[in-house]
C-alpha cells in the first residue's frame, strides 16, 4: 500500500537519475553538457517505466537538460502526470572541465576533489559552481516547490543527475557534506527519500 492510500496526510518523495549517455560511458565529466541519453540510456528508462507502474507520481520535476528530459518522457510516457521543468536542478556545472575524460588521471585536477572531498570544494572551477552553490540552489528547489507539495499529500518524482541528486539527498535527510556520496546515485533506479 502507498503512502496516500494509507491515509497518511504527507507524500511521498522519490529522486531518479537519468539513464546512460554515451560521455557516462567514456567517463567524461558531463555537468551542463547537454548530452542525450544513449540506446542503453533509452533501454535503462523504458525499464524504470515498467519496474515503476504502480508507484503514484502526481507531479515529476526534472532537469532542463535533454538526458534527464528524455528519461522523465519515457519513464512517464504512458502515464498522466505533469513533468515541470526546473533550472535549478541541472546538473551541477564543472566549468571548464565539463568533457574532461578520466578526471582522476589528471594531477592535481581541481574538479576531483569535490569527488573525494566534497565538504572542501568551495572554491569552484572557472565557470563551474561549488558544493555550497549547489547545496543552496537545491535547497530552495525544495522549500518553494517540493515541500508544500508533499505537505499537501502529493507524490513527487524528481528526475535528476549524479550529483545534483545527492545534493537533494542530503538537504532532505540533513546529512553531512561529507556524507555526500554515500547514499550512491545509480542510473535509472527510483529512491524513496520520505
Given at each position: 500500500m502507498t ?5 497518511n496526510p ?8 537519468h ?46 537538460l ?56 568551495t ?37 535528476g ?25 545509480e ?8
Amino acid at each position: 500500500m502507498t503512502e496516500t492510500t494509507t491515509g497518511n496526510p504527507h507524500g511521498s518523495l522519490y529522486i531518479i537519475r537519468h539513464g546512460r549517455t554515451d560521455w557516462n560511458d567514456l567517463r567524461k565529466l558531463q555537468g551542463r553538457t547537454d548530452i542525450p541519453l544513449n540506446e542503453e540510456g533509452r533501454r535503462m528508462a523504458a525499464e524504470a517505466a515498467k519496474e515503476y507502474a504502480d508507484i503514484p507520481f502526481d507531479i515529476c520535476f526534472c532537469s532542463p537538460l535533454v538526458r534527464a528530459k528524455e528519461t522523465a518522457e519515457i519513464l512517464l510516457r504512458d502515464r498522466d502526470v505533469p513533468i515541470e521543468y526546473d533550472d535549478r536542478l541541472m546538473e551541477m556545472s564543472f566549468g571548464i572541465y565539463e568533457g574532461v575524460q578520466y578526471s582522476f588521471s589528471i594531477p592535481d585536477c581541481p574538479v576531483n576533489r569535490f569527488f573525494d572531498h566534497p565538504e572542501t570544494y568551495t572554491d569552484a572551477v572557472e565557470g563551474g559552481e561549488s558544493t555550497p552553490e549547489l547545496m543552496a540552489r537545491t535547497g530552495s528547489f525544495l522549500c518553494e516547490k517540493v515541500y508544500p507539495r508533499l505537505r499537501r499529500g502529493e507524490n513527487v518524482l524528481i528526475v535528476g543527475h549524479g550529483a545534483m541528486n545527492s545534493s537533494i539527498i542530503c538537504n532532505v535527510r540533513n546529512l553531512p557534506l561529507t556524507e555526500f556520496w554515500s547514499v550512491g546515485i545509480e542510473n535509472c533506479k527510483l529512491k524513496k527519500l520520505m
